[in-house]
């Protein structure tokens, strides 16, 4: 089943109301033709989790417009920053929340029974790749996010892969539990289960347990999940970690309705996975990047190796370099604002990984984390990370150690009881598990969360490893700047 062949079907269910296929194609047309008669080339948007944002994500489509979606967590000068290189000259947003400086005053235009404005912008000339038809932003480990330029076959390219892997589960109702404007959500969350003719449940992200993009709350998100009773979810790798906790110290039952997780965005490990499935969660992890239009690769029922990231989907070429690096080619973006030079037939991603025999992906980390000891031995710091973050009392790990005898590491705990001795009984058990040379030798309790708002994580929930040890460098007896010889 497709959306054409059953219009009347349930294609999206809001907080109060729902839309069938056929209502949504209308709202879409209508505010397509809107824009199109205003003279919109580049549109911006600037909402919370809604069924207008849907229909303002298709009428760009239809109306051939560059839509530029924008997360309510960047901060108000990323936000212009944004704006500004992508040559943004109309923004749809709530009422009174535009922030643009824009001399118009704004149209108030009724989306899908939602009273949105849309504010003009003096808008500077931008020369986007050709082609270009969303802007997806990455979280970055700066302040400046980075203007990934998509064009629509890729989009088509990578949905369809989604729907080709997962039709065998008959999959109807997906929740989305990630902000639309994360590709990974916007691409296979919504793209994918429309196109198959199912519905996805649009819910304003505080019904989610979201805050910003680095708050979750599990009581909230099982609530809501109990309510609403989805087939299917993407989450991040740390929501299905604080989910998981939670259901094991409360010995919640997950909704028998849930059939399918996927995880991604950050690495997930093959320990928090079976502790996830052995709370019920279907639990399984994919990969993608911006530059790929999202999932590359994914595990599925019939499909799994927990611990890898699972077989490249049908529109997806993985390969190996030759000094270890993951490249991807089938669904390339089209260029970078700012450097509209094509990115030619394979990506170099930056990931290090190895493909086994059996076709899975497995990933070690980011080709310019490797530390190097001065035993002269490489270490991926995520590998680390990920042994550490599988304890009880550690919620997020960095590790450094560049040009140094031990590794060493900042430790965010789970929750304010896990004290010193909980944390050095997790450093210990890790330790346990690893060769001598990537063993812990000193650690320190972090001095905030690993959080965009303290500027120790990306909104994707990376470490921010800089600022992480700008902050911590004195305290682990190390330079503030990693040495010029670190890869």
Known sequence: ??????????????????????????????????????????????????????????????????????????????????????????????????????????????????????????????????????????????????????????????????????????????????????????????????????????????????????????????????????DSLILLPQMLRGWTAWLRHTRTQVPASLRFVAVGGAAVGAQLLQQARACGIPAYEGYGLSEGASVQTLNRPGADRPGSAGKPLSHARVRIAADGEVEVAGSLFRGYLGDARPPGEWWRTGDLGSLDADGFLHLRGRRRNVLITSFGRNVSPEWVEGALQEQAGVADAAVFGDAQPQLCAVLWPAHEGVTAQDLQRAVDVANAGLPDYARIGRWVRACGAFSPQTGFATPNGRPCRPAILQAHAGALQLPSDPPATNP
């Open 1 to 230: 089943m497709n959306a054409a062949s059953n219009p009347s079907a349930t294609a999206i269910e809001g907080p109060e109301y729902t839309l069938s296929h056929g209502e949504l194609q209308a709202c879409a047309d209508h505010l397509a033709a809107l824009l199109r008669a205003a003279g919109v080339r580049v549109l911006a948007t600037l909402l919370d989790n809604s069924p207008a944002w849907i229909v303002a994500d298709r009428a760009a489509d239809i109306a051939q417009l560059v839509h530029v979606p924008l997360p309510l967590f960047f901060t108000p000068a990323q936000a212009r920053h944004a704006l500004q290189v992508a040559g943004v000259d109309a923004l749809l947003t709530q009422p009174g929340w535009s922030q643009a400086g824009s001399p118009a005053s704004p149209q108030p235009l009724a989306v899908a029974g939602e009273w949105l404005d849309l504010v003009r912008l003096p808008a500077p000339s931008v020369t986007m790749p050709p082609g270009t038809g969303k802007v997806t932003f990455t979280s970055g480990t700066t302040g400046t996010p980075k203007g990934v330029c998509l064009g629509r076959a890729a989009l088509d390219a990578v949905t369809l892969g989604v729907l080709e892997a997962l039709r065998p589960l008959g999959l109807r109702r997906h929740l989305c539990a990630l902000p639309f404007p994360v590709l990974l959500e916007n691409v296979a969350g919504l793209m994918a289960p429309l196109a198959n003719g199912g519905a996805c449940i649009a819910l304003p992200l505080a019904q989610l347990g979201l805050g910003g993009a680095a708050r979750f709350d599990p009581v909230v998100f099982h609530a809501t999940l109990q309510a609403r009773r989805p």
